[in-house]
């Protein structure tokens, strides 16, 4: 079992930023796939955007131009950059990992954007 921590949460106004931070313990991390999740209340979990092994990232329409995912080998650790944030960005985002057929999930972390 792989335990995922998201970190960086919170409440931000429109326009502003966040960075946050998913670490995975453990030897395998540079093997897996990551993606960031984000679920808002009443609405289906959603892709936000995506990083394979090697490095290729793939992002939801919505979030083009503006959030950023990247990830540290050495540190066991996915970032996502979050800039000109929208009111539509609030929800809670997950970090997710994915390694042949096993898929792990962490708890998630609030990202509220309002004024």
């Known amino acids: 079992q792989v335990q995922l921590v998201e970190s960086g949460g919170g409440l931000v106004q429109p326009g502003g930023s966040l960075r946050l931070s998913c670490a995975a313990p453990g030897s395998m991390f540079s093997r897996y796939g990551m993606a960031w999740y984000r679920q808002a209340p009443g609405k289906q979990r959603e892709l936000v955007a995506a990083i394979t092994n090697v490095g290729s990232t793939n992002y939801a329409d919505s979030v083009k131009g503006r959030f950023t995912i990247s990830r540290d080998n050495a540190k066991n650790t996915v970032y996502l950059q979050m800039n000109s944030l929208k009111p539509d960005d609030t929800a809670v985002y997950y970090c997710?990992?994915?390694?042949?057929?096993?898929?792990?999930w962490g708890k998630g972390t609030q990202v509220t954007v309002s004024s």
């Open positions: 997710n990992a994915r390694y042949l057929v096993s898929v792990y």
